[in-house]
Nanobody, 124 residues
Framework: QVRLVESGGGLVQAGGSLRLSCVSS????????MGWFRQAPGKEREFVSA????????YYADSVKGRFTISRDNAKNTVYLQMNSLKPEDAAVYYC?????????????????WGQGTQVTVSS
């Protein structure tokens, strides 16, 4: 079983930055692709970003491309999401997810483990 714990959410003004972290308890973290998704009230969960097991491939939703950066530290079993130039429409609960595969995916149903989420609020 893999446990994912997100942190780093909070309240930020539009234009500001936050860095989310997700620590995995999985012994095979370094072989897992990881992803970030988000869900705003009344909306479906949507893909934000993903990273392959080695970090050599990254994937982004068009809405965050150029503003968000995903990275990972396999020695620390941690994946990060650096969020810059935040907009009010970025406000959501952000979820970390782990995939039992080495390539990232845009699809939530291809991830096997999920964290509990961390709230990001962006004031205008």
């Amino acid at each position: 079983q893999v446990r994912l714990v997100e942190s780093g959410g909070g309240l930020v003004q539009a234009g500001g930055s936050l860095r989310l972290s997700c620590v995995s308890s999985g012994r095979t973290f370094r072989f897992n692709a990881m992803g970030w998704f988000r869900q705003a009230p009344g909306k479906e969960r949507e893909f934000v970003s993903a990273i392959s097991w080695s970090g050599s491939a990254t994937y982004y939703a068009d809405s965050v491309k150029g503003r968000f950066t995903i990275s990972r530290d396999n020695a620390k079993n941690t994946v990060y999401l650096q969020m810059n130039s935040l907009k009010p429409e970025d406000a959501a609960v952000y979820y970390c997810a782990a995939r039992l595969g080495r390539s990232g995916s845009y699809y939530s149903n291809e991830y096997d483990y999920w964290g509990q989420g961390t709230q990001v609020t962006v004031s205008s």
